[in-house]
T-cell receptor, first 113, second 114 residues
Framework: GESVGLHLPTLSVQEGDNSIINCAYS??????FIWYKQESGKGPQFIIDIRSNMDKRQGQRVTVLLNKTVKHLSLQIAATQPGDSAVYFCAEVGGTSYGKLTFGQGTILTVHP | DTEVTQTPKHLVMGMTNKKSLKCEQH?????MYWYKQKAKKPPELMFVYSYEKLSINESVPSRFSPECPNSSLLNLHLHALQPEDSALYLC?????????????FGSGTRLTVV
């Protein structure tokens, strides 16, 4: 069945390091992906998105890479800061799940000062 | 206004109680969603409303009853819940139901069933 999953459930980094959070998906028909950040007690917050006709998209300090060959998505955060500590979810819209936003399992990112 | 507002932020209810969760947005979005999130788990879709009509019900038990009175409001009526229904309930909205439209989430209602 369809699934959107993550390789690493937790990631600890030092302040200033670059962070990479990975996500695997199994539905080859998926055509739109979103990364969300969720802080404790808050709802998911949009970070960056990418469509399947793109390989890379950059935002402010964040980059999303999409490898459709191996169905892999990653989020790179440059110069990670303590305020980046949160749970990060990848999510899929599209494929056979029209209208549904399907989340991956999430990665807990902890940034140490 | 670029927010989705959910009330209350916290709710404790007994298994025989009836309560309602409320969600409001004024971004002109025509699709609204209810998600349930258990601790340390991803959000799971419950209901989708599109143009004030129920579009998707993810086989949610009837003790959860959604309502969309108008394009800005979404309610979730709760009755005879179980302790395992304790979770964070998230509301979201998007311009339209379907692909390629950004979703905005509220901060959620933390529900505890005792």
């Amino acid at each position: 069945g369809e699934s959107v999953g993550l390789h690493l459930p937790t990631l600890s980094v030092q302040e200033g390091d670059n962070s990479i959070i990975n996500c695997a998906y199994s539905n080859s028909a998926s055509d739109y992906f979103i990364w969300y950040k969720q802080e404790s007690g808050k709802g998911p917050q949009f970070i960056i998105d990418i469509r399947s006709n793109m390989d890379k998209r950059q935002g402010q300090r964040v980059t999303v890479l999409l490898n459709k060959t191996v169905k892999h998505l990653s989020l790179q955060i440059a110069a990670t800061q303590p305020g980046d500590s949160a749970v990060y979810f990848c999510a899929e819209v599209g494929g056979t799940s029209y209208g549904k936003l399907t989340f991956g399992q999430g990665t807990i990112l902890t940034v140490h000062p | 206004d670029t927010e989705v507002t959910q009330t209350p932020k916290h709710l404790v209810m007994g298994m025989t109680n009836k309560k309602s969760l409320k969600c409001e947005q004024h971004m002109g979005h025509r699709a609204m969603y209810w998600y349930k999130q258990k601790a340390k788990k991803p959000p799971e879709l419950m209901f989708v409303y599109s143009y004030e009509k129920l579009s998707i019900n993810e086989s949610v038990p009837s003790r959860f009853s959604p309502e969309c009175p108008n394009s800005s409001l979404l309610n979730l009526h709760l009755h005879a819940l179980q302790p395992e229904d304790s979770a964070l309930y998230l509301c979201a909205s998007s311009q339209e139901e379907g692909r390629g439209y950004g979703y905005t989430f509220g901060s959620g209602t933390r529900l505890t069933v005792v």
